[in-house]
């Protein structure tokens, strides 16, 4: 799939329009600079990081990282429910439990992170499809 | 921590010719099945000048020459011959209680692949054959098949066999527009993008269709359904059409359905009303 992804970035940067959006802003800071870069969006500063890092970035201790895999599992039944769940999620949940019981929270966290990273994204993804399958059928 | 970014970013992939976006079609109001056939073959004849529409059942061998002549040697000898034979004992093979799967279908269930999935008005949903063929075992007091591969596909294989080169003919009845909903859901997700590689069905094949992806040359939708079940050589063994369905779903890094879930039977529905006018040539052989 690696000539698909590499496609995608070119096809991502090709369509960068006048009137960034906040996301493509992010994104594209995102893609050339990592995590944890600032970045400037009409006129104010922000951070490129995911919501889910912000949320994993806490102490490792038992109590957070079952608050956060507890988010990244109601996060992942929203976007099943609606038939867009990934292929990988569920299998990140069941890891980051198991981290908890070996009591490695650090670990759990940040599985936890990327599951609801998964389900969030696949979310939107549900959400634009909405407005945008149609523009695919041959007319 | 490692987040997989990157690839996602909502909306943005658009695979190859973006194609006009449309004012109608996406809804009951406006979904018209017949102008939507009609637009695909469209689609094709542009794309493929040369490839005839009846050899749209012969599937990516339509389009590449490469992969037909691989493919006409395995026809030599086509390896789900025994499957039929095989098919056709489990076919014919009585009950407990002395009836058979004839009893189930018209015409005794010989000469009528090209009526599947049918739209079932009292139980309110769409029936493939395999979905058919269960309900017979359970109507009849026997355990239903598993849907992926082994009886469930023989018997489909010898069902397909005794209708082959009849001309598919789905119906969308007009009299109950849950139908014409579930042929709109199932080109719906047809063309949806979904899974952590933003693909849609429709990405890879149609306007992906002989377009190298790695090492892969999808085929093209036209034709899709027309030969199941399939012996695939990746296989070794002869599967149905929902069990490609959901690797393929899987393909796209989403969890896929399962076999016969209604999301699935609705795609086939709708896959199915699109190739109407080509004929069954099941059960068939894949790379």
């Known amino acids: 799939m690696k000539k698909v992804m590499i496609l995608?970035?070119?096809v991502l940067f090709s369509q960068a329009v006048a009137a960034e959006t906040y996301q493509d802003a992010f994104n594209k800071a995102r893609a050339m600079y990592g995590k944890g870069h600032e970045f400037q969006w009409q006129g104010k500063t922000y951070q490129t990081l995911h919501e889910e890092e912000i949320e994993a970035d806490v102490d490792a201790t038992e109590a957070n990282a079952k608050a956060l895999l507890e988010k990244a599992v109601a996060a992942n039944k929203k976007v099943a429910d609606v038939g867009f769940e990934w292929k990988l999620t569920g299998g990140l949940l069941k890891q980051s439990a198991q981290a908890i019981d070996a009591g490695d929270y650090r670990k759990a966290l940040d599985l936890a992170a990327q599951a609801k990273y998964h389900a969030r994204i696949g979310f939107a993804q549900y959400g634009y499809a909405q407005a945008n399958w149609i523009k695919a059928v041959p007319q | 921590m490692r987040i997989i970014t990157g690839l996602v970013t909502v909306g943005m992939l658009s695979l190859g010719l973006p194609l006009q976006?449309?004012?109608s079609g996406f809804n009951l109001e406006t979904v018209n099945p017949?102008?939507?056939r009609l637009a695909l073959q469209a689609f094709y004849k542009k794309r493929y000048p040369d490839v005839k529409i009846e050899d749209y059942v012969n599937g990516i061998?339509?389009?590449d020459a490469e992969s037909h002549e691989q493919w006409q040697e395995i026809e030599e000898f086509p390896p789900y011959e025994f499957s039929i034979e095989e098919g056709e004992v489990l076919f014919n093979a009585p009950f407990a209680n002395g009836k058979t799967y004839a009893d189930c279908f018209e015409n005794g269930g010989i000469g009528?692949?090209?009526n599947f999935p049918y739209w079932d008005k009292e139980d309110g949903t769409v029936k493939t054959l395999e979905y058919a063929i269960n309900e017979c075992r359970e109507d009849n007091g026997d355990k239903p098949l598993k849907w992926g591969k082994g009886d469930i596909a023989r018997i489909s294989a010898y069902m397909?066999?005794?209708s082959r080169d009849n001309v598919f003919e789905i119906q969308i009845p007009q009299d109950d527009s849950r139908a014409l909903q579930a042929y709109l859901d199932g080109k719906k997700f047809f063309y949806t993008k979904r899974g952590q590689l933003n693909l849609s069905c429709a990405n890879c094949h149609l306007q992906g269709s002989n377009i190298r992806i790695r090492a892969d040359l999808p085929g093209p939708m036209?034709?899709?359904v027309t030969h199941w079940p399939v012996f695939r050589s990746?296989?070794?063994?002869?599967g149905t059409l929902h069990r490609r369905y959901a690797g393929c779903h899987r393909d796209s890094r989403s969890k896929p359905l399962k076999p016969q879930a209604e999301g699935f039977r609705n795609l086939e529905y709708f896959q199915t009303y699109m190739s109407n006018g080509l004929v069954v040539n099941g059960p068939g052989a894949r790379k």
């Open chain 2, 21 to 23: 976006a449309a004012d």
């Open chain 1, 8 to 10: 995608c970035a070119a």
């Open chain 2, 34 to 36: 017949e102008a939507d």
């Open chain 2, 222 to 224: 036209l034709g899709q």
């Open chain 2, 234 to 238: 990746k296989w070794g063994n002869l």
């Open chain 2, 112 to 114: 009528i692949r090209q």
């Open chain 2, 160 to 162: 397909a066999w005794t």
């Open chain 2, 61 to 63: 061998y339509a389009l």
